[in-house]
């Protein structure tokens, strides 16, 4: 049993075996960067993310695979016959600009699956580019979120429009999904539910 929720036909559940695989950059030893002397420990919006060697580097296996936005970026004629087939999808870095993703795509339509990858939770930013990935340019197809990825964020992550969700791999997805159902009234409108809870019921 993998570690991913996913709703399919509008209801989720556990996925017994995920058919994505996600290609990584390869690692390389980055600098500590420090604010009031203190360890920065997230990227800063628009940050660079990967060098040339990297790219040039990561490997992209048979299958269905989700590549990295970079990747996708400096190696999209190489990766066009396989876009075709479906076979594959991309992920951005939580600092990286949706933008960007339409500046070398416009039709998002290509893709299967689009990823944000949560390197470390410390902010808000996966749940805009999400917002703006269902709303400002139209995507309809999978949403996934992965990485530090915990329970008490999931009926967040779905109220902006992730529709898959990778568990971090120390804790239950089947604990997770429980907590999709937290909340049975939304109060505001979301991506997910267009009216706020006073437009969506008659008052007696």
Do not use: C
Request: hydrophobic share 45%; charged share 25%; proline share 4%.
């Amino acid at each position: 049993m993998s570690n991913l929720i996913k709703y399919i036909n509008g209801v989720p559940g556990v996925v017994a075996e995920d058919a994505w695989q996600v290609a990584h950059l390869p690692a390389v030893t980055e600098e500590v960067r420090k604010q009031a002397g203190k360890p920065v420990l997230f990227k800063l919006t628009g940050a660079e993310t990967a060098t040339p060697e990297q790219i040039s580097a990561t490997v992209i296996p048979a299958g269905k695979v989700l590549v990295p936005l970079t990747v996708w970026q400096a190696r999209k004629a190489e990766l066009a016959g396989r876009v075709v087939a479906g076979e594959i999808g991309v992920w951005l870095e939580t600092h990286e600009l949706v933008e960007k993703l339409i500046e070398s795509q416009q039709d998002l339509t290509v893709f299967p699956v689009i990823g944000v990858h949560i390197e470390r939770f410390a902010d808000g930013r996966a749940y805009s580019m999400a917002n703006l990935l269902r709303t400002r340019y139209g995507f309809k197809a999978e949403l996934r979120v992965f990485g530090d990825v915990l329970r008490d964020q999931l009926f967040y992550l779905r109220r902006v429009g992730f529709d898959a969700f990778e568990i971090r791999a120390d804790r239950s997805a089947e604990d997770a999904l429980a907590s999709l159902k937290d909340f049975s009234e939304p109060y505001q409108a979301s991506v997910v539910i267009d009216q706020p809870v006073w437009r969506r019921h008659a008052r007696g």
